[in-house]
């Protein structure tokens, strides 16, 4: 399935990466010490949880921006709000500026190797739909930008697959074709674009 107006060339993973974390900070300003114990569109974590997930996926990616292989160790634990916040917010901050300029070849993850690229853009998509599950969580009205739904279009068809559910992502919704590319986008990661939980 290709949605109309997708990419025909997927953007380099640095660009991607850029406008992903720049959209998740934007979330993530919203956040307040108060709010990490309100539930989030990820089924059973609290957003305590998801920050804590996301502080660990920031340093695995910004990790790989120079290394052959991941070391798969998670970070220490999630602390106070505020250093668990701060953290997050930092890991973000930093993590376009691991990646360039970009290393080559591939990265070891576990037993299995990963282009450098593949793992930006999956981190990318991450990234994104993290940041989206965190404005939601807090009750602000902070969708995916259009075109960077498009452009990660590509990295969510391709490795979102009915393998990874429902361990890793819900069911997908059912959504029209004519619905819009971040309601896509968020449909194949078993989400709903209209799902906010009460602040």
Do not use: K, N
């Amino acid at each position: 399935m290709t949605l109309p107006g997708a990419p025909a060339t997927v953007p380099r993973t640095i660009e991607l990466l850029d406008r992903a974390v720049g959209y998740a900070r934007i979330c993530l300003a919203r956040v307040g010490e108060a709010d990490l114990d309100r539930p989030t569109p990820c089924a059973q974590w609290s957003l305590r949880d998801l920050l804590v997930h996301m502080d660990d996926s920031l340093a695995a990616l910004g990790e790989a921006a120079g290394a052959t292989r991941l070391s798969l160790v998670p970070v220490a634990g999630d602390g106070e709000a505020a250093e668990l916040l701060g953290r997050v917010r930092q890991r973000a901050c930093s993590l376009v500026a691991q990646w360039v300029p970009a290393q080559d070849g591939p990265v070891a993850l576990g037993q299995a190797w990963l282009a450098r690229e593949v793992l930006g853009g999956v981190g990318a998509l991450e990234i994104t739909l993290h940041g989206w599950d965190v404005g939601r969580s807090v009750g602000a009205d902070l969708p995916i930008p259009a075109v960077l739904a498009l452009d990660l279009w590509p990295w969510a068809r391709d490795h979102i697959t009915d393998a990874d559910r429902p361990a890793r992502f819900g069911e997908p919704p059912a959504v029209s074709w004519s619905a819009s590319p971040p309601a896509h986008l968020l449909a194949r990661a078993g989400r709903r674009e209209a799902a906010v939980a009460t602040p």
